[in-house]
């Protein structure tokens, strides 16, 4: 028999096959590695895109804004003329009150300027002071009666255009037709500069005077504390129906389609817009039940119902990280279930269920649409004293001064959003500082 011969193929083709699967695999990694580099490319660039305008933003407010800290006033002797204030003698301050004042400072203005006698010079003479400055000589004669019939000194706040102008937002190159502030009134202000009557103070009425018409004697303390009193409706009706929603959702409500339902539908109201809820409030809170317009009540009824999905859905999470264990030991022990839930799951929970609630109240503090549909856009002038009386809140105060036409509304408007995200940026850090405290891994 002829033996068959077995032939060995040659090694070269699977050398060049072994070599053509690592290129093949070296250049996939290479694009692998290329598209890698790209992404992270591009999450920097976005990352620093947001950080400019982050940046951006915050410069504008501030460059635009710093200046409403600071007042351009002016030192006034004003004589205090009996026959003025209380030709009686009596003291009333009913009588006090309603004296002319106006009529004191004008005089005492005027006589700075003995050769300004024409009726219009004098009337651009005069709007050189703000109509603060009859309030404020009131308020001091009220406070202290026995300065009638002195001659006293009284700091007064000049008007708002020439707060600009000082400022240095009006600028006196700028030909006369296209400025407010008269070429008459910058050497009248000059010269007042050179006698050394104007001083620039830090602006005390920006934090302690309600609105105004006019910029320089605008506040936003009753704005501030409407938006108190409204936050304090909103924390006081949230709080608690969303904490007890959430531990009966979690800890006791059967697992069925009606819970199922409503678990879905408080995560659908969590991303409702806020104007719906500003046209529910307006409808059942004002229309239905009559409650005051414009009232912090109301409106820390209708943020109350936009807050609670969000303080919901967070309790929800801090209630479910519990870990299951701690429930099971509480009940071997023999506790109850409602003494397992408020013994011990809750304590252990309430750190992420404040954080999700300063959160929400955070979101609810700069909301602006609802509170406008329910009448919280009124100018107000007095400071509301309680959770009923009319009020505005510190997003709507912004939003009236954005539409104003005065220049000097302008840096009010910019000073009021600093403040209002001082209060914000304070709110989330408290949230952080919660979070990091007493935050426990399992």
């Not at 007890?244 to 069925?256: R, T, V």
Request: hydrophobic share 50%.
């Amino acid at each position: 028999m002829s033996e068959v011969l077995q032939v060995e193929p040659p090694a070269a083709p699977a050398r060049v096959m072994r070599r053509d699967a690592k290129e093949l695999v070296a250049a996939n990694l290479k694009k692998r590695y290329a598209a890698e580099r790209r992404f992270r490319m591009y999450g920097i660039g976005a990352i620093a895109f947001a950080a400019f305008c982050v940046t951006l933003l915050f410069f504008t407010i501030i460059s635009n804004g710093y200046t409403a800290f600071w007042q351009t006033n002016m030192r006034l002797e004003v004589t205090l003329f009996p026959q003025d204030i209380d030709p009686d003698g009596s003291r009333d301050p009913q009588v006090l009150s309603t004296a002319s004042y106006q009529k004191l400072v004008k005089q005492a203005f005027r006589d700075l300027f003995p050769e300004v006698t024409k009726r219009r010079d004098k009337r651009k003479l005069q709007a050189l002071i703000s109509p603060g400055a009859t309030y404020i000589l009131r308020d001091m004669v009220m406070a202290d009666p026995n300065l009638i019939g002195q001659r006293i000194e009284v700091t007064v706040p000049l008007s708002d255009d020439i707060d600009q102008f000082n400022k240095g937002f009006i600028k006196a190159a700028t030909p006369e037709a296209d400025r407010r502030v008269k070429d008459k009134q910058i050497a009248w202000f000059q010269r007042l500069q050179d006698r050394g009557l104007v001083v620039t103070e830090f602006n005390t009425t920006f934090f302690s005077a309600g609105d105004s018409r006019e910029p320089e004697l605008a506040g936003i303390f009753g704005a501030v504390m409407g938006s108190l009193f409204t936050m304090l409706v909103t924390l006081a009706i949230s709080f608690p129906l969303a904490v007890g929603a959430s531990i009966y959702l979690e800890e006791f409500a059967p697992k069925n389609r009606w819970t199922q339902l409503i678990e879905v539908n408080i995560n659908n109201l969590a991303a409702v817009p806020s104007i719906v809820f500003g046209l529910l409030g307006l409808a059942v809170f004002l229309n239905f039940f009559n409650l005051p317009r414009s009232a912090p009540m109301v409106g820390g009824m209708v943020l109350a119902l936009m807050t609670l999905p969000t303080i919901i859905i967070a309790s929800r999470a801090a209630l479910k990280a519990v870990p299951p264990s701690i429930r099971e030991a509480a009940l071997g022990m023999g506790a109850s279930p409602v003494q397992v839930v408020f013994h011990h799951v809750l304590p252990l929970a309430m750190p992420g269920i404040l954080t999700g609630t300063i959160i929400g109240m955070a979101q609810a503090l700069g909301e602006t649409a609802p509170l406008l549909m329910i009448g919280m856009v009124a100018f107000i002038v007095d400071i509301p004293g309680s959770p009923v009386d009319p009020a505005t809140v510190m997003p709507v105060q912004i939003y009236l001064w954005s539409d104003s036409p005065e220049r000097a509304f302008v840096e009010r408007t910019s000073a009021a959003i600093m403040v209002l995200l001082a209060f914000l940026i304070m709110m989330n850090a408290l949230a952080v500082v919660l979070r990091k405290k007493f935050e426990r891994r399992w």
